[in-house]
C-alpha cells in the first residue's frame, strides 16, 4: 500500500484507510479519514451491477489512498517553491555577500545585476590578459618550430657525412683485407707450404744479427775485464796493504812519499822512483856512485808501467 500524505487540512500525519461494504445493495465504499480532524477525503464508490467485474478490497484501497494523495495546488506550490529555492541560490551564488529582503526584491535583482556586470567587465579583462599570452605562447611556438626544423636540417647534413664516412671505413677495410690476403699469399708460405725465398732471407739476416750479438757481447765483456785489469795496474797500493815481492834490489816502483816541510812545518806529498830492499824491508833512494839510502814516509807504491819501444 502506498504511504499517506498528511492531512491537507491539519497537518495530522496519521490517517487511515476505510472500507465498508453495503449488504443490501452489494456497493463497496473505500476513503482515508484524518486521525485527528476527521476529515475524510479520496472517497472512492464501486456500484454493483450483475456481470462487473469487481475490484478487490486492496484495489479499492489503493484508489482512495490515490485520491487521497492527489494534491494539485499542494504540488503545483512546492514546485514553485523549489524554482524560487534554485533562484535564491543562484543569487547568492553570483554574490555571495547579499541578503535577502523579500521585501524589496527588484533592488535586489538589480544589485545582483550590477556586481555581474562588474564580475563580467572583469572576466573580460582577464580574457584580454589571457588573448595576449596566448598570442606570445604562439609566437614562442612558432619560433621553436622553427629552432626544431634547423635542427633536423643540420641532422640530415651529419646523417649524410656519417654515410660517406661509413663508406670511406668501408673501402679501407676492403683495402687492408686485400693487403692482407697479398702478405699471406705472396710473402710468407708458397702453394706447397714452404716458406717463399724472400722468408728465408729475412730468416739468415735474423739468424747473422744474433751470432754478431753475441759475438759482440763477448768482446765487450773482454774489454771490460781488460779496463779493470789497467786499472788495477794503475793504482797506488798503500805500504800498508802489502809491499812489492821482488828479491831483486834494482827494480824501482813509483811511490808517494810525504816528508816534512822545512820552511813551513806542513808536509809535502810527491812522487819518487825508488827500489825496494826485501831483506831490510826499506825503500832506497838511488844516488849513483854514492849508493843506495834509505827513506822513510812512502806511503803508497805501483808497478812502473811498461815504457814504449824507441823506433
Ligand atoms: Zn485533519
Same mark, same amino acid.
Given at each position: 500500500m502506498s504511504e499517506l500524505k498528511p492531512c491537507p487540512f491539519c497537518g495530522e500525519q496519521s490517517a487511515y484507510v476505510g472500507y465498508t461494504r453495503d449488504p443490501f445493495s452489494d456497493n463497496r465504499y473505500a476513503w482515508v479519514n484524518c486521525g485527528k480532524c476527521h476529515s475524510s477525503g479520496g472517497q472512492f464508490k464501486q456500484d454493483v451491477y450483475p456481470g462487473d467485474k469487481l475490484l478487490n478490497r486492496d484495489e479499492m484501497e489503493s484508489e482512495a489512498i490515490k485520491r487521497w494523495n492527489t494534491r494539485p495546488i499542494e504540488d503545483a506550490l512546492n514546485k514553485r517553491i523549489a524554482e524560487l529555492s534554485q533562484a535564491v541560490g543562484l543569487i547568492t551564488t553570483l554574490k555571495p555577500t547579499m541578503v535577502m529582503d523579500a521585501n524589496h526584491p527588484l533592488d535586489m535583482v538589480r544589485e545582483v545585476a550590477e556586481h555581474v556586470t562588474a564580475r563580467i567587465a572583469e572576466l573580460e579583462a582577464e580574457k584580454c590578459v589571457l588573448v595576449d599570452q596566448q598570442r606570445e605562447a604562439k609566437n614562442h611556438l612558432i619560433d621553436k618550430n622553427l629552432h626544431i626544423d634547423s635542427l633536423y636540417e643540420e641532422g640530415y647534413k651529419l646523417q649524410q657525412r656519417i654515410a660517406e664516412l661509413e663508406e670511406q671505413v668501408w673501402d679501407l677495410n676492403l683495402a687492408n683485407e686485400r693487403l692482407e690476403s697479398a702478405y699471406f699469399a #705472396?710473402? =710468407? +708460405?708458397?702453394p706447397d707450404g714452404s716458406l717463399k725465398p724472400s722468408v728465408c732471407k729475412l730468416m739468415k739476416r735474423v739468424e747473422k744479427a744474433e751470432t754478431d750479438y753475441s759475438i759482440s757481447e763477448a768482446h765487450v765483456t773482454a774489454l771490460l775485464n781488460r779496463i779493470a785489469e789497467l786499472e788495477a795496474a794503475q793504482r797506488w797500493i798503500p805500504v800498508s796493504e802489502r809491499l812489492p #815481492? =821482488?828479491? +831483486?834490489?834494482?827494480d824501482k816502483f813509483d811511490v808517494i812519499v810525504e816528508f816534512e816541510n822545512i820552511k813551513n812545518g806542513g808536509t809535502t806529498r810527491c812522487v819518487e822512483l825508488m827500489s825496494y830492499d826485501y831483506r831490510n824491508k826499506s825503500w832506497n833512494d838511488d844516488c849513483g856512485e854514492y849508493g843506495f839510502y834509505p827513506v822513510a814516509g812512502v806511503t803508497h807504491w805501483r808497478e812502473r808501467p811498461t815504457l814504449p819501444e824507441v823506433e
Amino acid at each position: 500500500m502506498s504511504e499517506l500524505k498528511p492531512c491537507p487540512f491539519c497537518g495530522e500525519q496519521s490517517a487511515y484507510v476505510g472500507y465498508t461494504r453495503d449488504p443490501f445493495s452489494d456497493n463497496r465504499y473505500a476513503w482515508v479519514n484524518c486521525g485527528k480532524c476527521h476529515s475524510s477525503g479520496g472517497q472512492f464508490k464501486q456500484d454493483v451491477y450483475p456481470g462487473d467485474k469487481l475490484l478487490n478490497r486492496d484495489e479499492m484501497e489503493s484508489e482512495a489512498i490515490k485520491r487521497w494523495n492527489t494534491r494539485p495546488i499542494e504540488d503545483a506550490l512546492n514546485k514553485r517553491i523549489a524554482e524560487l529555492s534554485q533562484a535564491v541560490g543562484l543569487i547568492t551564488t553570483l554574490k555571495p555577500t547579499m541578503v535577502m529582503d523579500a521585501n524589496h526584491p527588484l533592488d535586489m535583482v538589480r544589485e545582483v545585476a550590477e556586481h555581474v556586470t562588474a564580475r563580467i567587465a572583469e572576466l573580460e579583462a582577464e580574457k584580454c590578459v589571457l588573448v595576449d599570452q596566448q598570442r606570445e605562447a604562439k609566437n614562442h611556438l612558432i619560433d621553436k618550430n622553427l629552432h626544431i626544423d634547423s635542427l633536423y636540417e643540420e641532422g640530415y647534413k651529419l646523417q649524410q657525412r656519417i654515410a660517406e664516412l661509413e663508406e670511406q671505413v668501408w673501402d679501407l677495410n676492403l683495402a687492408n683485407e686485400r693487403l692482407e690476403s697479398a702478405y699471406f699469399a #705472396d710473402e =710468407t +708460405i708458397a702453394p706447397d707450404g714452404s716458406l717463399k725465398p724472400s722468408v728465408c732471407k729475412l730468416m739468415k739476416r735474423v739468424e747473422k744479427a744474433e751470432t754478431d750479438y753475441s759475438i759482440s757481447e763477448a768482446h765487450v765483456t773482454a774489454l771490460l775485464n781488460r779496463i779493470a785489469e789497467l786499472e788495477a795496474a794503475q793504482r797506488w797500493i798503500p805500504v800498508s796493504e802489502r809491499l812489492p #815481492d =821482488t828479491k +831483486i834490489v834494482y827494480d824501482k816502483f813509483d811511490v808517494i812519499v810525504e816528508f816534512e816541510n822545512i820552511k813551513n812545518g806542513g808536509t809535502t806529498r810527491c812522487v819518487e822512483l825508488m827500489s825496494y830492499d826485501y831483506r831490510n824491508k826499506s825503500w832506497n833512494d838511488d844516488c849513483g856512485e854514492y849508493g843506495f839510502y834509505p827513506v822513510a814516509g812512502v806511503t803508497h807504491w805501483r808497478e812502473r808501467p811498461t815504457l814504449p819501444e824507441v823506433e
